[in-house]
Structures are given as structure tokens and as C-alpha cells.
């Protein structure tokens, strides 16, 4: 069973950084596909970031573009998102996700997490 949890958000003052985790289980080391998805209250969810299989071409929303870097660990079979200069637009719930399928990643990923908040003070 593919199982993804996120971990390190929290509540943050704007200009601040956080770093997020994201340890997935039931996922073969380097094959999936793996991003992070945000939602804010009152709006949909939406693409944030994407790192292609084995670490390849990584992909950014415009709105995070110079501030947010995605990474991952294989051998932990880890995605992590740095998070600079946060913004209170920023105020969203962070979910990982991860697909097979490279395409999808950025539209509509199979696999989820349950989230973690981040809370961005003005």
C-alpha cells in the first residue's frame, strides 16, 4: 500500500522559511514521480512543485518560482520542499503527491497525503 506523510508545517511569520518532508512508503526508490499540491481556504487545490523520476526536471507554479526548491532522497524515499520568503498568500494546506505516470504529476497525481499547514503571519 502506498502510504505519504507529510511533516514540518507550522505557523511562521511572512519573510520566514520552512522546510517540508514528505516520507512515502509502499513506493519503489526513484520510479514515481513526486510533487507537492496546495490548498488554501475557499480555493482549489494547486500545483506548487514537481521533481520527475530519479530527480530529474523539476517544475514550479509562477507563484513560487525563486523562492520554493523541491528535492528528493531515493534512498529515503523522501520528497522535501524548502520554503524562503513566505508570503501569507502562502497560508495553505501542503500536500504530497506522487504518480508513475511523469505527465499526471502536475495535473492530477494518484497518490495523496493528508497535508500539513502552513500558516504564513503578516
Known amino acids: 500500500q502506498v502510504q505519504l506523510v507529510e511533516s514540518g508545517g507550522g505557523l511562521v511569520q511572512a519573510g520566514d522559511s520552512l522546510r517540508l518532508s514528505c516520507a512515502a512508503s509502499?513506493?519503489?526508490?526513484?520510479?514515481?514521480?513526486m510533487g507537492w499540491y496546495r490548498q488554501a481556504p475557499g480555493k482549489e487545490r494547486e500545483f506548487v512543485a514537481a521533481?520527475?523520476?530519479?530527480?530529474?526536471?523539476?517544475y514550479y507554479a509562477d507563484s513560487v518560482k525563486g523562492r520554493f526548491t523541491i528535492s528528493r532522497d531515493n534512498a529515503k524515499n523522501a520528497v522535501y520542499l524548502q520554503m524562503n520568503s513566505l508570503k501569507p498568500e502562502d497560508t495553505s494546506i501542503y500536500y504530497c503527491?506522487?504518480?508513475?505516470?511523469?505527465?499526471?504529476?502536475?495535473?492530477?497525481?494518484?497518490?495523496w497525503g493528508q497535508g500539513t499547514q502552513v500558516t504564513v503571519s503578516s
Open positions: 509502499g513506493l519503489t526508490s526513484g520510479s514515481y514521480a
Open positions: 503527491a506522487a504518480d508513475l505516470l511523469v505527465h499526471r504529476i502536475q495535473l492530477s497525481p494518484r497518490y
Open positions: 521533481t520527475l523520476v530519479n530527480g530529474g526536471n523539476t
